[in-house]
């Protein structure tokens, strides 16, 4: 079924412009908020083996379902399930986009956070004191300062795209990957010069089969939702770019150099973490963003020269963040292009401008962006994933060997062992992780835990 509005489609510069761009969006705050913690508490050098099995099991395929569907149709999400699949599967085009949309809002946020603790470290502000940092992230997360930086962060992420796909996307991803990686690189040298450092490491790698043993039915579909948001999976973003790539390209190969990249990079951030948390004798405590702009910071706050190191931190940070923000503004965007005729600048404007708006009341309340959040990330962003995988392993034939044939040549039994990969264990993990986020976010939402729970923020406050 052919798109309603056929307009003259943009491609990537360079092979490089497009890997770069696949980086940016993979490695962002999923790399340093979840990653190094999720391996520190849940087994150290054990979960990081669970995880690059789930990476390359799961991502590694999963990647190549959105990248052959986006190629073969070079169109957006909806553009592109309109074309293959046409009728309801419109519809779970749709889904990506209002996952892309809801996600972005609240990340944007949380990327202002890192904005302005940058701009802490520079001010000499991070208290070392654990509780006066609690109390400062409560200032600083929710009200006019969270929401005035979500305003500056949204309006970079508005200037990139706006420019388009070569001048604006390439040319910022080909300054600031290379940038978070060799300042991310520079960042381990240093930490491992502090005396933490050893301990840092045994605690983050040292092997404990015993932790997985025991938690492995929350911790497997946990690694299965964190790998595809790590990759920028389900959010229709790996679509939206592979649409803008030729025929020539091997898929496969693009696929392994990208997920390489964004998983040596979060592994980097944790050879950064661990060594200031313990030099600051402070524990790595509990996962999410508390551990960031609360623990992480106040141990910037107590080591030497912590707010220089803290600054550059949380400023590469943001880098990261925007380079992730704008593949996923970019989905919307060529949505908005692609079937609705809307011109580039304008449709950038309108869609960052709500997007904008979507997110103040995650800049105003945190249990707001947990709304947001598990709803968006728990449960439809594995839905998509899902409902995809299972259109191009068990629904359209032969159309996703044959696509990603192009550019590789013969694929002799790769081929097939990729549909079976798609078909059976991306497929069960997406679903035990579907179930874990729903069940997830029924818990949320009755939860009356003081400062945590929705039902007890529907007390509070209505
Ligand atoms: N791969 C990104 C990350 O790890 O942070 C996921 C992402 C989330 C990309 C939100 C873009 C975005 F706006």
Redesign the pocket.
Known sequence: MASSIDVPREQWATRLGFILAAVG???????VW?FPFAVGEEGGGAFLLVYLLFIVLIGFPAMLVEFVVGRRTQRNPVGALKRLGGGAWTYVGGIFIVT?FV??SY??VVAGWTIRYAILGVQGGYESDLEAAEVQFGTLASGLDAIAFHAIFMAAVIAIVALGIKRGIELAVKVMVPTIIVITLGLAAYAFTLDGASEAYSYYLSPEFGVIAAEWQSILPAAAGQAF????LG?G?MITYASYLGEDRNLAEDSAIIIGL?TLIAFIVGLVVFPVFFTAGVDPGEGGPGSLFVTLAAAFGDITLGWLIGAVFFATVAI??LS??I???EVVVSYLIDEKGIDRKTATLGVGGAIFLLGIPSAMDLVLLDLFDGFADGILLVLGGLLLAVFVGWLTGNFGREELRKGIGDLGAYGDAWIWFVRIPVVLALIAALILGILGYYDFLTSMEEGEGFAWWIEENL
């Open positions: 969006s993979a490695v962002g705050l999923g790399n979840r892309g996600i972005l990340y944007s948001f790590t990759l920028s959010m973003v964004d990261a963040a992730s923000a593949s996923i503004l």
